[in-house]
């Protein structure tokens, strides 16, 4: 069965402190690995998809990365806007039709 | 493009009774995906939905059932609610399922009392 695990569960920035969100898969022949943003009482908004290890996408302050193993999330300069968790999703060779697996997230906050 | 949409928003019932959610994928996605979010399991899929048929169904009891229309909008039930069932809906799609990136709605905020 398809693994998913992120780190921190939380992570404390002060606004212009880069860091970066890690996720962790085991999966049976990975087919996608997508980066969700989800604020409160909203639903998961799409930042990135990424099919193959050495595979990079970036979108203003935020770079995404994989490899065979993880994926990370890049934060270049957050700033307040960006608090929010980001879920990590995979979806696997092993895996019937339109099943995420996702992990817990990480709750980013950054103070200004 | 308009993206998903759901309703209602936000739904109390009490235990023992039924619910309808809607969902209105984005125009031209044909495969429909519904999740339960709640803080201490997460996101957890339900079933997924294409051309009307159910291809894929999570780990829920029989009380979760869905359908979807031939115009690609889908509805998901569930009956004899329990405390439990609380939680937020969500609807996502994409074009054809797989590894079609999945597009998600606000959600569906059901309380069970």
């Known amino acids: 069965e398809d693994q998913v695990t992120q780190s921190p569960e939380a992570l404390r920035l002060q606004e212009g402190e880069s860091s970066s969100l890690n996720c962790s898969y085991t999966?049976?022949?990975?087919?996608?690995l997508f980066w969700y943003r989800q604020d409160p009482g909203k639903g998961p908004e799409f930042l990135f998809t990424?099919?193959?290890a050495g595979e990079e996408k970036e979108k203003e302050r935020l770079k995404a990365t994989l490899t065979k193993k993880e994926s990370f999330l890049h934060i270049t300069a957050p700033k307040p806007e960006d608090s929010a968790t980001y879920l990590c999703?995979?979806?696997?060779?092993?895996?019937?039709?339109?099943?995420?697996?996702f992990g817990q997230g990480t709750i980013l906050t950054v103070h200004p | 493009k308009a993206g998903v949409t759901q309703t209602p928003r936000y739904l109390i019932k009490t235990r023992g009774q039924q619910v309808t959610l809607s969902c209105s994928p984005i125009?031209?996605?044909?495969?429909v995906s519904w999740y339960q979010q709640t803080p201490g399991q997460g996101l957890q899929f339900l079933f997924e939905?294409?051309?009307?048929?159910?291809?894929n169904k999570g780990n829920f009891p029989g009380r979760f059932s869905g359908r979807q229309f031939s115009n690609s909008r889908s509805e998901m039930n569930v009956s004899t609610l329990e405390l439990g069932d609380s939680a937020l809906y969500l609807c996502?799609?994409?074009?054809?399922?797989?590894?079609?990136?999945?597009?998600f709605g606000p959600g569906t905020r059901l309380t069970v009392l």
């Open positions: 125009s031209g996605h044909r495969s």
């Open positions: 939905y294409f051309s009307e048929t159910q291809r």
């Open positions: 996502a799609s994409s074009l054809g399922g797989g590894s079609d990136t999945q597009y």
């Open positions: 999966v049976s022949g990975l087919r996608g």
């Open positions: 999703a995979v979806y696997s060779e092993g895996t019937s039709y339109g099943k995420l697996t």
């Open positions: 990424l099919y193959s």
